[in-house]
């Protein structure tokens, strides 16, 4: 009994290590695919969706522990960020205030999916956190301009995250 307990711990463990990895991985791809605008320094990315699905599969654990992963890995100096920076440099960016928003975003999307809730209002959520990270972080790197900040890291992009939370 004991040894059949202990077989289905370690092979609990090893699923929710391996989704850790692959929604790590998925954030770093989801980086890739940028669109530039030509009035912000903040690309449109799918990093958004990798993010909010980490939360909505792993858990909230699980989902800020992809997170976190990602962010140590390019702080280890893994060019994985949208812009092709890793390292140090990486979070004195305009971009940094997002990314420093994932793993709490994907913690509260996690923690918010439960019986009760509607998927997509854990999911808006999420975004918001990611928006508050991005814009309050951007607002210092555009000199403490709260209007600016939110005029090119915020309000180009509540259309995009609303048609992926509600797809």
Known sequence: MLARTYALSVRSRSRTVTGIILFAALTALAARVVMRLPFTPVPVTLQVLAVL????????????????????AIALGLPLTASGIGGPAAFLGPTAGYLLAFAPAAYVVGLLVRPGWRTYLALLVGIAVIYAGG?????????????????????????????????
């Open 135 to 167: 814009w309050s972080w951007l607002t210092v790197w555009l000199g403490g301009d709260l209007a600016a900040a939110w005029k090119s890291g915020v309000l180009p992009f509540i259309g995009v995250d609303l048609a992926k939370v509600t797809r």
């Open 53 to 72: 699905l980490a939360g909505l599969v792993l858990g909230p654990r699980g989902g800020a522990a992809s997170q976190l992963g990602y962010l140590v």
